[in-house]
Protein backbone atom coordinates (compact mmCIF):
# COMPACT_ATOMS: atom_id res chain seq x y z
CA UNK A 1 0.00 0.00 0.00
CA UNK A 2 1.06 3.63 -0.71
CA UNK A 3 2.61 5.79 2.09
CA UNK A 4 0.90 8.65 2.45
CA UNK A 5 1.59 11.95 3.88
CA UNK A 6 -0.22 13.14 6.96
CA UNK A 7 -3.09 15.19 5.75
CA UNK A 8 -4.19 12.10 3.51
CA UNK A 9 -6.93 10.68 5.49
CA UNK A 10 -9.76 8.05 4.55
CA UNK A 11 -11.81 11.38 3.79
CA UNK A 12 -9.62 11.97 1.17
CA UNK A 13 -9.68 8.43 -0.20
CA UNK A 14 -13.50 8.49 -0.37
CA UNK A 15 -13.61 11.77 -2.59
CA UNK A 16 -10.91 9.87 -4.88
CA UNK A 17 -13.39 6.90 -4.74
CA UNK A 18 -15.72 9.34 -5.95
CA UNK A 19 -13.94 10.58 -8.48
CA UNK A 20 -13.13 7.57 -9.93
CA UNK A 21 -16.78 6.41 -10.12
CA UNK A 22 -17.56 9.35 -12.03
CA UNK A 23 -15.21 9.05 -14.25
CA UNK A 24 -16.16 5.11 -15.01
CA UNK A 25 -20.40 6.72 -15.17
CA UNK A 26 -18.45 8.53 -17.91
CA UNK A 27 -16.64 5.71 -19.68
CA UNK A 28 -19.62 3.41 -19.97
CA UNK A 29 -21.98 5.98 -20.84
CA UNK A 30 -20.39 9.00 -22.60
CA UNK A 31 -23.19 11.95 -22.96
CA UNK A 32 -23.38 15.14 -21.92
CA UNK A 33 -24.89 15.04 -17.90
CA UNK A 34 -22.17 11.94 -17.05
CA UNK A 35 -19.30 14.41 -18.54
CA UNK A 36 -20.81 17.58 -16.55
CA UNK A 37 -21.06 15.24 -13.33
CA UNK A 38 -17.06 13.81 -13.75
CA UNK A 39 -16.52 17.56 -14.27
CA UNK A 40 -18.62 18.65 -11.26
CA UNK A 41 -17.18 15.32 -8.91
CA UNK A 42 -13.31 16.10 -10.41
CA UNK A 43 -13.57 19.73 -9.35
CA UNK A 44 -14.78 19.43 -6.08
CA UNK A 45 -12.88 16.40 -5.20
CA UNK A 46 -9.37 18.89 -6.26
CA UNK A 47 -10.81 21.30 -4.39
CA UNK A 48 -11.09 19.13 -0.76
CA UNK A 49 -7.61 17.86 -1.27
CA UNK A 50 -6.59 21.49 -1.92
CA UNK A 51 -8.24 22.50 1.34
CA UNK A 52 -7.15 19.54 3.41
CA UNK A 53 -3.31 20.36 2.61
CA UNK A 54 -3.73 23.43 2.89
CA UNK A 55 -5.13 23.26 6.54
CA UNK A 56 -1.87 20.82 7.12
CA UNK A 57 0.50 23.56 6.16
CA UNK A 58 -1.11 26.06 8.60
CA UNK A 59 -0.68 23.55 11.27
CA UNK A 60 2.43 23.01 10.59
CA UNK A 61 3.76 26.70 9.98
CA UNK A 62 2.04 27.30 13.68
CA UNK A 63 4.32 24.99 15.08
CA UNK A 64 7.05 26.64 13.62
CA UNK A 65 6.19 29.92 14.99
CA UNK A 66 5.89 28.54 18.41
CA UNK A 67 9.14 26.43 18.13
CA UNK A 68 10.41 30.12 16.87
CA UNK A 69 9.01 31.38 19.99
CA UNK A 70 10.88 29.46 22.74
CA UNK A 71 13.66 29.39 20.73
CA UNK A 72 14.09 25.89 19.56
CA UNK A 73 16.14 26.81 16.82
CA UNK A 74 17.60 22.99 16.10
CA UNK A 75 13.25 21.89 15.14
CA UNK A 76 12.92 25.21 13.61
CA UNK A 77 14.99 24.83 11.20
CA UNK A 78 14.30 20.96 10.94
CA UNK A 79 10.42 22.09 10.43
CA UNK A 80 11.38 24.71 7.82
CA UNK A 81 13.32 21.80 5.84
CA UNK A 82 11.02 19.13 6.04
CA UNK A 83 8.12 21.77 4.76
CA UNK A 84 10.06 23.14 2.00
CA UNK A 85 10.99 19.47 1.16
CA UNK A 86 8.35 19.04 -1.22
CA UNK A 87 7.00 16.34 -2.94
CA UNK A 88 9.91 13.69 -3.69
CA UNK A 89 9.15 10.35 -5.52
CA UNK A 90 10.62 6.76 -5.23
CA UNK A 91 13.22 5.81 -6.86
CA UNK A 92 12.80 2.14 -7.29
CA UNK A 93 15.27 1.37 -10.53
CA UNK A 94 18.86 -0.35 -9.95
CA UNK A 95 20.70 -2.45 -12.10
CA UNK A 96 21.00 -5.96 -12.27
CA UNK A 97 24.54 -8.42 -12.37
CA UNK A 98 24.36 -7.64 -15.68
CA UNK A 99 24.48 -3.81 -15.37
CA UNK A 100 20.84 -3.57 -16.99
CA UNK A 101 18.12 -1.74 -15.63
CA UNK A 102 15.58 -3.01 -13.10
CA UNK A 103 12.52 -1.44 -11.46
CA UNK A 104 11.14 -4.08 -9.89
CA UNK A 105 11.66 -3.99 -6.02
CA UNK A 106 12.07 -8.05 -5.37
CA UNK A 107 14.49 -8.31 -7.72
CA UNK A 108 15.97 -5.38 -6.03
CA UNK A 109 16.23 -6.50 -2.35
CA UNK A 110 17.87 -9.94 -4.14
CA UNK A 111 20.62 -8.16 -5.24
CA UNK A 112 21.04 -6.62 -2.11
CA UNK A 113 20.70 -9.69 -0.24
CA UNK A 114 23.06 -11.41 -2.70
CA UNK A 115 25.78 -8.41 -2.50
CA UNK A 116 25.49 -8.72 1.03
CA UNK A 117 26.11 -12.42 1.33
CA UNK A 118 29.20 -11.72 -1.22
CA UNK A 119 30.42 -8.95 1.36
CA UNK A 120 30.08 -11.44 4.48
CA UNK A 121 30.87 -14.65 3.54
CA UNK A 122 34.39 -13.43 1.98
CA UNK A 123 36.07 -17.36 2.19
CA UNK A 124 32.69 -19.04 1.80
CA UNK A 125 32.85 -20.08 5.02
CA UNK A 126 29.98 -21.19 6.62
CA UNK A 127 31.11 -22.58 10.09
CA UNK A 128 33.34 -20.81 12.06
CA UNK A 129 34.98 -23.52 14.13
CA UNK A 130 36.19 -24.88 11.19
CA UNK A 131 38.37 -22.32 10.01
CA UNK A 132 41.81 -21.64 11.61
CA UNK A 133 42.17 -18.48 13.96
CA UNK A 134 45.20 -16.15 13.36
CA UNK A 135 46.28 -14.01 16.27
CA UNK A 136 48.67 -11.27 16.27
CA UNK A 137 52.19 -11.99 17.83
CA UNK A 138 53.03 -9.55 20.47
CA UNK A 139 55.26 -6.29 18.99
CA UNK A 140 57.14 -5.87 22.64
CA UNK A 141 59.39 -7.85 23.17
CA UNK A 142 59.67 -10.13 26.20
CA UNK A 143 61.90 -8.41 28.71
CA UNK A 144 65.46 -8.98 29.98
CA UNK A 145 67.38 -9.61 32.36
CA UNK A 146 69.78 -6.85 31.44
CA UNK A 147 66.92 -4.13 30.62
CA UNK A 148 65.69 -4.67 33.79
CA UNK A 149 69.11 -4.09 35.75
CA UNK A 150 69.61 -1.41 33.66
CA UNK A 151 66.38 0.13 35.19
CA UNK A 152 67.11 -0.60 38.38
CA UNK A 153 70.37 1.23 38.31
CA UNK A 154 69.06 4.27 37.18
Known amino acids: MKQHTPWFDEECSGVLDQRKQAAMQWVQDPNQNSADNQN ?36 LYRG ?5 KGYE ?34 HGVNDVRQTEIHTAEPLVPEPSAFGVELAIEK
Do not use: M
Request: with cysteine.
Open 89 to 122: PRNNIGKNEDGDLVADCHSGFARRRNHLFQLLNV
Open 80 to 84: ISYVN
Open 40 to 75: NVRREASRHIRNKKKAYLKVKIEELETRRKIKNIRD
